[in-house]
């Protein structure tokens, strides 16, 4: 049988994941801001350690991404609704293996192909609804990437809106932060049918992308609001201090990681 993910076939055609790579190009909008360190912390696993004092162990990127994304044979392109998807998601900085890495705490998209591709690479997805600016370069009907130019964001699930962005552009800048400049350290794992609390299976997994490319970047002020949520936890990683918002696009090809450790 067939299929990186269910259903399986004889062919394979059904699975709701295509085969790898998966080719990625997007625009991202980035909030990064400074929590308790202690919150990001009682996120993390026990054997992930949290960044060093001088490593900015608070440091938080909040990422709206607006993504379009196929497989090899670009069969998505001629049927959109399978290419395009946006998510919204929150990263820290974790220590493993004596190395620094970046980690996805909280993420949301908006379509089941990207939530289960998620699982399959280890990032903790949940459905929502998100929401971003794009830009413009002709007429008023949006902001434009310069100077001035106000880019927003929103993220709701559940019918309840979790977070709001602002991020007013002032300059060119060299990069679109730094939380998440680093690999990804994921685990992938899956509960016992019997429900006892321990797991068939459980991975610590890296990610690793290739061709990748990046537009020039601007940054600018930030704004950012969380909400509460029964059902949530953002608000535990509220901000205490803006360090400031960046728009950049990028593109990157995914083919596949690499499994660091089992138990």
């Known amino acids: 049988m067939e299929g990186l993910s269910f259903p399986r076939t004889t062919t394979g055609l059904s699975s709701i994941l295509p085969p790898l790579p ?5 625009d991202l ?16 696993p026990d054997e992930l350690e949290l960044a060093h004092d001088d490593e900015d162990p608070g440091a938080i990127a909040f990422i709206w991404a607006d993504w379009q994304a196929c497989s090899d044979d670009g069969r998505e392109l001629d049927d959109p609704i399978r290419l395009q998807y946006k998510e919204a998601f929150v990263v820290a ?24 591709r998620g699982h399959f690479q ?15 370069t002709v007429g008023r009907g949006g902001p434009r990437l310069a100077a001035g130019g106000r880019f927003a964001a929103t993220l709701a699930a559940y019918d309840r809106r979790l977070a709001h962005a602002v991020v ?10 730094f939380v998440n400049g680093l690999p990804m350290l994921h685990h992938r794992y899956l509960s016992r049918i019997e429900g006892d609390g321990t797991d068939s299976f459980g991975e610590l997994v890296t990610m690793h992308g290739r061709d990748v490319e990046a537009s ?8 950012l609001e969380l909400y509460d949520s029964p059902v949530e936890e953002l608000t535990t990683i509220a901000p205490r201090e ?6 950049r696009s990028v593109g990157t090809t995914f083919a596949g990681g690499e499994t660091l450790d089992r138990r």
């Open 242 to 247: 803006f360090l400031g918002g960046y728009w």
């Open 216 to 223: 020039p970047a601007w940054r600018g002020d930030a704004e």
């Open 168 to 177: 007013t552009m002032r300059e060119p800048s060299e990069s679109n932060g």
């Open 29 to 44: 909008l980035t909030v990064e801001y400074r929590t308790d360190p202690a919150a990001i912390r009682n996120l993390l």
């Open 93 to 116: 900085r974790c220590r493993w293996n004596g190395q620094l890495w970046s980690r996805c705490l909280f993420i949301w998209v908006d379509k089941d192909f990207a939530l289960v």
């Open 22 to 26: 998966w080719h990625y190009s997007g």
């Open 122 to 136: 280890g990032y903790p997805k949940k459905l929502g609804s998100v929401q971003m600016s794009r830009p413009v």
